[in-house]
């Protein structure tokens, strides 16, 4: 099945010559129709580097975080098949194609990559903090989400622009945990989705803080366990949700934003 393919790739303080290099590839090896590099907060040497790339460049003036970065992208691309990956490398350009082949075959709606799929081969690992901090997320999030993954957290996922068109509208994390939300409402919704074992190698410098961010990661995974509940139509969860102030979804706030 020929589906045309856009891959986003969400950057904030990027080593340009890596992402600068990691585009080439992508681009050479795997020929997407559109490659659309949201890079938020940039500094203007940033942007000089990034401006010959064969992607398109959309830069905003503040850090949104991973998930409003990575939707606007989404929102942005006219493609059958959505993905993103993260702007330091870390999933091989083979794994990338990996990801992308069940979403392109019509053999599943969402493709989730994985670096603790039994399968998977991990060249380098994470620090022993953020190793079992993710470990004990994804144990959590195995127990709570109707998905049943290895890997929620893996920055390599794509998804079928009709699920896309569906999944949209109930989501709002705009930070890291933004994955875990897109994967809780996809399997809430029925999509079918599928984990994709990938090779993966942890790369030094992240942006990411292990206590920091497991704590945001946590609340997320809770908020993201109450909306798959709420789109299950589950009484306890309507009742909860009856007494939150009402939020809007992110592209609702996009919309928002232009017609202010």
Known sequence: MDRSVGIVIPAYRPDADVLAAYVREIAERLRPDEIRVELDAPTPTEV??????????STAPRRRGKGAAVTAGFEALDADVLAFVDADGSTPVDSIDD?????????????????RHPDARVASHQTFARRYLGDCFARLGRLLLDAK?????????????????????????????????LVAVAAALDARV???????????????????????????????RHRAKLLRED??????????????????????????
């Open 48 to 57: 000089d580097e990034l401006a010959t790339l064969p992607a398109t460049v």
């Open 99 to 115: 990801v992308l082949a069940p979403v392109r075959a019509g053999e599943a709606e969402l493709s989730v990559g994985s670096r």
């Open 149 to 181: 993954l290895y890997d929620y957290q893996c920055g390599a996922k794509a998804i079928a622009r009709d699920a896309w068109t569906t999944v949209r509208r109930h989501l709002y994390e705009p930070g890291f945990a933004w994955d875990v939300e």
């Open 194 to 224: 599928v984990e994709v074992p990938v090779r993966w190698e942890d790369r030094p410098g992240s942006t990411v803080s292990p206590i920091r961010s497991s704590l945001r990661l946590g609340r997320g995974l809770l908020s993201a």
């Open 235 to 260: 009484g306890f969860h309507a009742l909860l949700d009856a007494r939150r102030r009402p939020r809007s979804a992110l592209v609702e706030r996009f919309a928002e934003a232009v017609d202010e």
